[in-house]
């Protein structure tokens, strides 16, 4: 029987060197002590060594001095903590070159006990090299996106401030009011531009966060008379791009109904829902309990008689959903209530 245990576990091994004799990467195993019992042919045939001279701690002649501290330092730490690792560092290829390789390792454990380590490394001195030609590049795009953040930030505030004074020197109340709309639609702008401006355009983010976020900046300018409430289920994962117009949008209708729903100091809340629908398909609703659009008013953007929130809103908001390829209801009787559906993307 122990004759045949035996030969169980050598024809393993024997296997075990077949495939990784076969694997299209470098692959090295330690021993508990953390040296090294095992290199796969790959891996004798990047570095031209003989196995003899690669087993135990003879593969570190072949790391490049610069990276050499610091690679053992990875491989000790991590072996002392069992923990899997991940690191670069310059290997001497056979013709006497340096590659870069990226080394990940992994404790194994046979039944139950600690074993030693499996690793594997790759070559990856053409993807760094395409890296670093690139790297002008990227900081350049950088420095231009800054430069035009700080552009806008200020051509934002100083549009902001010419439309509020010509809205305090205005003698007629409608115009003043127009202006006081535009100049806020303008900070709205540059407030939700100014955070998310500064993520990536492939950076993907909690559509909640940037909502309530906008939400909360647009309630804060209504008073204490109106509350604000945010409910979301699941996260809402967007891209920066998709989130932008959304929170515009959020903060437009927000904005809009603590200004109109609560006529004459009336007391009243606002609340923000975002929920997934199905299809790959998220809706954002924001609704009052306030007065409520007048009876005959219409979605489709037609300007309701009284001075009601009502078309020039909603239509900038409609405007601001077609960038997202989203549709627009409006339910109004007792209190108002808009609901923004849109593909999650």
């Known amino acids: 029987m122990a004759a045949d245990g035996e030969n169980g576990v050598a024809a393993g091994e024997e296997q075990f060197r077949l495939l990784a004799d076969h694997a299209p990467v470098l692959i090295w195993r330690a021993d508990t002590s953390k040296a090294c019992d095992f290199f796969n042919k790959p891996w004798l045939d990047f570095t031209g060594r003989g196995l003899e001279q690669e087993l135990g701690f003879g593969w570190a002649e072949g790391v490049h001095p610069e990276d050499f ?4 330092e990875i491989f000790t730490t991590a072996f002392d903590a069992r923990q899997d690792f991940t690191m ?15 080394d990940n390792g992994r404790p194994f454990f046979v039944q139950g006990a600690f074993a030693g380590y499996f690793g594997s490394c790759i070559d990856v001195t053409d993807m760094k090299a395409a890296l670093e030609e690139r790297r002008p590049a990227l900081e ?3 420095v231009l996106l800054q430069e035009l953040q700080h552009r806008v930030k200020n051509n934002a505030q ?13 003698s007629n109340p409608e115009v003043a009011e127009r202006l006081h709309s ?20 492939f950076t993907r983010v909690d559509l909640g966060e940037q909502l309530a976020a906008a939400a ?4 804060g300018r209504a008073g204490d008379g109106v ?8 996260s809402i994962s967007v891209s920066v791009t998709q ?22 100091g009336m007391k009243g809340q606002v609340s923000l829902s975002m929920q997934p629908r199905e299809e790959s398909l998220a809706e954002v609703t924001v609704a009052d309990d306030g007065v409520g659009m007048p009876a005959h008013f219409r979605a489709s953007g037609v300007t309701p008689p009284e001075p009601r929130r009502g078309a020039l809103g909603l239509e900038l908001t409609a405007r601001l959903l077609q960038q997202v390829g989203g549709s627009l209801t409006v339910t109004t009787g007792s209190g108002t209530a808009v609901s923004l559906t849109f593909p999650i993307r």
């Not at 909360?216 to 309630?219: K, M, Q």
């Open 69 to 72: 501290d610091r690679c053992i």
């Open 88 to 102: 670069d560092y310059r290997l001497r290829r056979h013709d006497g070159t340096w590659r870069w390789v990226l």
């Open 140 to 142: 350049e795009r950088e």
């Open 158 to 170: 100083s549009t902001t401030a010419v439309l509020r004074l010509h809205a305090s020197r205005s």
């Open 182 to 201: 535009a100049a806020e639609r303008v900070h709205a702008a540059a407030l939700v531009q100014d955070r998310l401006f500064q993520l990536p355009s």
């Open 216 to 219: 909360n900046s647009a309630i």
């Open 227 to 234: 509350a604000l409430k945010i409910e979301h289920g699941a």
């Open 243 to 264: 989130a932008m117009p959304l929170a515009l949008a959020v903060r437009k209708l927000v904005s809009n109904a603590a200004k109109h729903a609560f006529p004459n």
